[in-house]
């Protein structure tokens, strides 16, 4: 296999030698260590990841709080798995360091429900609003953006905003809608979604319930407001696992990505956590979880040959940058 290939592809594949004897995963994953001390880099894995991920990586959590941990770090370069958008919104803010991202592919839908160019046009077209968007978007996206918000500091940034001040919030229009009502603003909201948190069946919810009456429903910001309206826990990832960690409760239905029980069940190893399925999964099947096929792209083999490689590097527009990281830098400072 050619690196032109690897290049068009946006991500390297290559098989990888396992010493006879030894097991793929626990080989990656040595190897992984120990071309991160020998490169000064380390990993970072959203909790969306699969489990192996997790495990080898020097730090796990939500989108902003990797990108911060490793801005506060001294190594030199760092591997993002997660989706496009994270990995650039570390180079935002390391941008002396190389970020490394193992599969270019690895977008997001809700970050793709918002462009650029349609964000512009829509801010020409409603003039005096000033725009908050959240940390799921594009960093162009960022660079026409006020201040940025992430769904466990959303209300706080949005209640410091003036009181008269006309605001367009996108692209997630349920975290949006749910931030109208709880501090009575009537934002503009852009109608974006996350394709994974619009799929959440209501109706097996209930179900759930009945079966498991005595467990906590958690659900994420990003979902649709029916689900919001039978969650007892409302928030971020970071919010559900600090619930479920604190609570004496030993069950919680949780409507998230199905990624996050991994997470949960190592800090939480005597609970149940039973994850809300999909009302349809993407194959017309119903199934058991509601998972991101994008956070899924990043696999051992593919962060092994990143570190090898060190490539796909990220890179970013300078203009664009010094515009994308002042609402970043302005929500920091509300929040």
């Known amino acids: 296999m050619l690196k032109t290939e690897w290049t068009e592809k946006g991500f390297i594949d290559e098989e990888v030698s396992v010493p006879e004897g030894t097991g793929e995963v626990e080989f990656l994953k040595a190897e992984i260590r120990r071309m991160c001390k020998e490169k000064d880099a380390i990993i970072l894995a959203h909790y969306y990841t699969v489990g192996d991920i997790q495990d080898v990586a020097d730090f796990v ?3 902003l709080a990797l990108a911060r941990k490793a801005a506060e770090t001294s190594a030199k370069m760092m591997v993002m798995c997660g989706v496009h958008f994270m990995a650039e919104t570390c180079k935002l803010l390391s941008p002396e360091k190389t970020v490394l991202c193992p599969d270019l592919n690895a977008g997001c839908s809700l970050a793709d429900s918002c462009k650029a160019d349609d964000l512009r046009k829509f801010k020409e077209e409603h003039p005096g609003y000033m725009v908050v968007s959240y940390v799921n978007t594009t960093a162009a996206v960022k660079a026409l953006t006020d201040v940025v918000v992430t769904s466990g500091n959303a209300k706080k940034v949005v209640d410091q905003l003036p009181a008269d001040a ?13 931030i109208n009502e709880v501090t009575g603003r009537k934002m503009l909201l852009w109608n974006g979604g996350c394709h994974v948190h619009e799929r959440f069946s209501v109706s097996k919810i209930v179900e759930l319930r009945k079966q498991f009456p005595e467990a906590v429903v958690m659900a994420h910001l990003e979902c649709k407001g029916p689900v919001l309206a039978l969650a007892d826990v409302k928030g971020s990832t970071a919010d559900m696992l600090r619930y479920a960690a604190e609570s004496k409760s030993q069950q ?6 199905a990624g996050i029980l991994h997470e949960l069940q190592r800090k939480c ?23 991101c096929q994008y956070m899924k ?22 203009a664009v940058a010094a515009d994308a990281v002042k609402p970043i830098e302005r929500m920091l400072q509300l929040s």
Do not use: H, M
């Open 269 to 291: 190893p005597g609970k149940q956590f039973i994850p809300v399925p999909p009302e349809i999964s993407e194959s017309g099947l119903e199934c058991s979880c509601n998972e």
């Open 252 to 257: 919680f239905i949780v409507a998230t990505e």
């Open 166 to 178: 006309n605001i367009i919030f996108g692209p997630d229009y349920n975290l949006g809608n749910y």
């Open 61 to 63: 959590g939500d989108s």
């Open 297 to 318: 792209l990043n696999t051992l083999r593919k962060v092994y040959n990143t570190l090898r490689y060190e490539w796909p590097a990220i890179d970013i527009d300078p």
